[in-house]
């Protein structure tokens, strides 16, 4: 197994985020939080990078345990963050933000393809003719590539990504789509979070449902697609 | 040139003198918070002891040069030690800002107590290094070499820092943290030694700004107080974390000062806070700041 | 006129030096000339102002209000180090006589921290729960302001040697509890008035610090100007913060003015760095003021860079006297990190810190009590040889003192310092020209 959480418990001061969540990732996989807003998928990803630190559980990454690991340790073992905010350096340029995902003295998988930023920008056409505008020149579909793109420079194994289809156009929505699947292919399993669940349904092989920061569903997304009663009681009705 | 004219020109020059001694110890504070989000109420100390060090090394070794060398590397490494053994721990306290803030309000009022066991409460004086000692012809104007000097020097700190900015991998590092330091650690960069390195690199520059400052100023235990309070304007005039804002509010607050006392000199002690209350109206971030 | 000044001068500091001769201590000589005498003063060898214990037994408490923290520290250090010294000079002499018994002297610290609630919070600590017999204190007329009202609630004596203002004493605000011993601002503007009246200079240009006392003192030397000297010109008059920074726009206004002389009423930090940057500029212009003889600062720019210095005091050491030199030489006796010019230097702020103390404790002995009442009795028109053998007088109905002042013009070399330009020549004037006139609005003054 890749990624194994077990029996996360997460506070925001007084507040019980998190209550006993476990959730793994295998291999090659494309795994799914889904649920509505604040059920705690942010806050799961948060916590497996160590930006929002779990009181208690485990988590262990290619067997070796991450918990309560500091972000840069948590990275530096092989997770890469696309978070919501989408949280681009706006006074860098496209290519420093690039460069801000390498991580220095870190050698990439053995059987993985290093990404460069000629690799990068293939992927992502529109970001080589920005190399040089600032970061907070871009659109936000651009950022979204930006986002994605600087979290492969690090060589991830496994990406977190949180909302990455939230406030775009649908033509960039299937872009994100493609470029996520491209990912995937190429060796990368995501834990992804994702509100529009057609964009789910298309990428996942699994997913996990979130009630109030506890896991109320989990299982192929066949079997998801079998229980419209879970559907109904978990997901929001659109 | 008229006389007239010459008087212009010499508060023009004051007004960049002092505005570049006011960024030396501005740019480190607005660092610090743009990156650690912690106002550092000890800056001003520190700005303090550097001019205090410089005494005793150019009493132990006469030399106004190994002052400068010495000095402010002398407050770097405290600021370090400040920021690995105090600040971190505050910040690992959990109370947020504010046991940050009483933090670096302790550490200044200490080092005003050290100081004061030290070297005593006497205003102690350093002597404008006689390689620098004398006035210079600018066309008819006769202006001491050694004002010029200050602003050579800190023309001279604000290359090397914009070298290392602009051209390092720290460099980026350090503008990416002064927008997001939790989204650079998420990028596998050890945030805590680049805090402590920015913290030792401010703490180097405001001592910078004490050497430089001390052949024209009588060092005593309030030298910090009002430079502190100087580069808080700026900071918030400029922006917090804002760099290049820094740099253009404290030359204009310099000269502000300067051309105020000529002309107004009724109000010129309020003008700064004044003109800070306005950018505050209409910008509350500063003119290039992000946050509020 | 200044010659006959010197003999009366002379007269008066020789009238102590046969007192001395003769053996007569001021306790014992009532009714004759009373004052300070240099040649009683204890052998002070081994004073250390930081080692200052306080005697156990009955003892006269004096409670020390200053700023022992904060931006004006160094003042408080000056205080402590005065009051330590006379302190340790009386006890090493057995104390003085009250209430029928020797009775050595505390020192009990106030600090001020240079601010009113500060100061008046020390005040009531001192009198409610130290039970000091006298205050004393302290640089800051607005803090002075808030003892004085305190020590009239609290009935205690109190003593004022560091506030000049013109107004603490008048109407109002006058208590028969406090004594101001020193100088006012009115007597400040017209003894550099009175001395300018002799000289050349015409142009001044004035630079305060902007506060009270600065606003004040500028409004006294033009009231003395207008008076002695009709037809001098105020070329600029210009108030900078406490504690500035920079100079340099000032002094190039004063340059560009074509002042013949800058009056100014700073105290250091100020004074130095005013004096300092303006000879770094290559303004060499003469300086006029009452705080500008601060060794430290006056060694910063050298000889040439001091000289023509114009410095007004209410007390000034003459070299040339034996016991005055011999009173200073055991002054400069100070142990680390007081052994320092600051505090070598009897200046007119140690000196007339340590002066003051000596005349109310003489004032005590005569009482034979430490009692407010019975001191006010003894103190109230009496007539003191200050430290400098000159004649004071504290005059009854206003409680501030009737003494001539002086002036003097740095020069270089001379007797006192090689690495700065100094005193020389004094020139004395006469307490008809600078006492301020009694307050008309004073039921006592008639």
New interface residues.
Partial sequence: MLFRATNLNTYYGLIHALQKISLNVDQGEIVCLLGRNGMGKSTTLKSVMGLVPPQSGAIEFQGRSIFRALPHKVARAGVGLVPQERRIFPTLTVEENLLMGVKAGCQPPKDLEPWTLKRVYKHFNSLERRSRNKGSQLSGGEQQMLCMGRALMGNPLLLLVDEPSEGLAPLLVKEVRDVLLQINQAGVSILLVEHNLKVAMSLAHRCYLLGKGFVAFEGTMAELQARPDVMAKYLEVS | MSPETQMYLAQGIHGLAYGMLLFLVASGLTLIFGMMGILNIAHGAFFMLSAYLCVTVLGATGSYWLSLLIAPLGVALLGILVERFMLRRAQASGMGHIAELLLTLGVSLVLAEAVKLTWGTEGLQVNVPSALAGLVNIAGLEYPIYRLFIIVLSLVVLALLSLVLFKTRLGTIVRAAVSDPGMVSALGVNTQIVFMLVFGLGSWMAGVAGVAAAPILTVFPGLGDQIGMDAFVVVVVGGFGSLFGALLAALFLGELNAFGIQFIPKLSPVLMFSFMALVLAFKPTGLFGERE | MRVLQRTIWWGVAATVLLGVTLGTGPAQAAGAARGFNASAVADMTGFDPAKFENPSGDVVKIGVLAPF??????V??IYWATGTWVASDINRRGGITVDGKKKKIALIKGDTMGKPANTKQAVEKLCLQDKVDVLWGTAGSHLTAIIQAEADKYKKLHLNSGSLSDTLMEGKAFTPYTFQHIWTTHSVGATLAKFFATRQERKFYILNQ?YVFGHELAESFKAGLKKYVPDAQIVGE????L????F???L??V??SGAEMIFTGDW??DS??LL??SR???INLPVAGIFLD?I??L??VGPEGSKGLVFASELLINFQDGIQHKWHEAWKTWAA?YN?P??EWLGSTTGAYAESLYWLLDAMERAGSADAEKVIKVWEGDEWTGLIGQKLTMRACDHRVVRDTYVTEFVSPNKWYKDCAFMDKITTIPAEFVTLPQPKDSSRCK
Avoid: C
Avoid at chain 3, 69 to 74: I, M, N, Q
């Fill in positions: 923290s904060g931006d004006a520290a160094s408080g250090q902007d210009d108030f900078h913060p504690f500035n920074k920079d340099a726009p000032y190039t206004k340059k560009a250091i930090p130095s760095n300092k940057q770094q500029m290559g601060d430290n600062g060694i910063a990190p320092t600051l505090y």
